[in-house]
């Protein structure tokens, strides 16, 4: 069997047929890089004058204090955050995203917006209750009476223990901290899937039942 040169395998067809590939693998990968982004998140959150206008100061922020903050200077704000950092709409761009919890005596969950819309800033010089809703009453702090606990973004939200799925979406991602996570889910703490069900001390069951 002879073996031509090159020339004779190439014409005018494969080279367009390679180029659309081509085209067609970069787009993707840059496609996937752009929905990955959270330019967005930071667009939004630098603009001191539109934070402030919004009533949330405190969400200022620039790239290079995130960089600083976090100690990650190449992470996305959704890699922790979830949420939408492509969105200009701030209802979009917030959707799915984690967030404290307020949790009632009932042990349910409270409308943030409805119980205690201001920040959670801390307060006060007692550490324990600090970054607990409070009111200025009388020169002051007193705590809201509706709010038992606050709870991070990091728990479930029906259970509020520690959530595998949320941890897989955001620490425990392949180019954050996978071993950890992989690790952490073989102990005890993390296995004990009926002690993380438990809600009350007695019913339905409970430690002390």
């Known amino acids: 069997m002879k073996i031509?040169?090159?020339?004779?395998?190439?014409?005018?067809?494969?080279?367009?047929?390679?180029?659309?590939?081509f085209v067609l693998?970069?787009?993707?990968?840059g496609y996937r890089a752009w929905t990955k982004s959270s330019a967005e998140c930071v667009r939004c959150h630098s603009d001191n004058e539109k934070m402030k206008r919004l009533g949330y100061?405190?969400?200022?922020?620039?790239?290079?204090?995130?960089?600083?903050?976090?100690?990650?200077?190449?992470?996305?704000?959704?890699?922790c955050h979830l949420g939408n950092g492509r969105a200009k709409e701030?209802?979009?761009?917030?959707?799915?995203?984690?967030?404290?919890?307020?949790?009632?005596?009932?042990?349910?969950?409270l409308d943030r917006k409805t119980v205690y819309p201001k920040a959670l800033m801390p307060r006060g010089d007692d550490a324990i209750r600090q970054l607990l809703p409070q009111e200025r009453e009388d020169g002051s702090n007193s705590?809201?009476?509706?709010?038992?606990?606050?709870?991070?973004?990091?728990?479930?939200?029906?259970?509020?223990?520690?959530?595998?799925?949320?941890?897989?979406?955001?620490?425990?991602?392949?180019?954050?901290h996978p071993d950890q996570l992989k690790q952490f889910n073989t102990t005890i703490m993390?296995?004990?899937?009926?002690?993380?069900?438990?809600?009350?001390?007695?019913?339905?069951?409970?430690?002390?039942?």
């Not at 899937?193 to 039942?209: D, K, S, V």
């Open 190 to 209: 993390a296995t004990n899937f009926r002690q993380r069900t438990m809600r009350t001390w007695l019913e339905p069951y409970g430690p002390q039942n």
């Open 90 to 109: 701030p209802g979009k761009a917030h959707e799915g995203m984690l967030r404290p919890m307020l949790v009632s005596d009932a042990g349910e969950v």
């Open 57 to 79: 100061p405190q969400f200022y922020l620039t790239q290079k204090m995130v960089d600083t903050e976090s100690k990650h200077p190449y992470v996305q704000c959704r890699d």
């Open 25 to 29: 693998v970069v787009s993707l990968l």
């Open 143 to 176: 705590l809201v009476s509706e709010v038992r606990n606050v709870l991070w973004h990091d728990r479930d939200r029906v259970t509020f223990n520690f959530d595998p799925e949320i941890a897989r979406k955001t620490c425990g991602k392949s180019n954050c």
């Open 4 to 21: 031509g040169s090159l020339s004779d395998y190439i014409n005018l067809k494969t080279v367009i047929i390679f180029l659309l590939q």
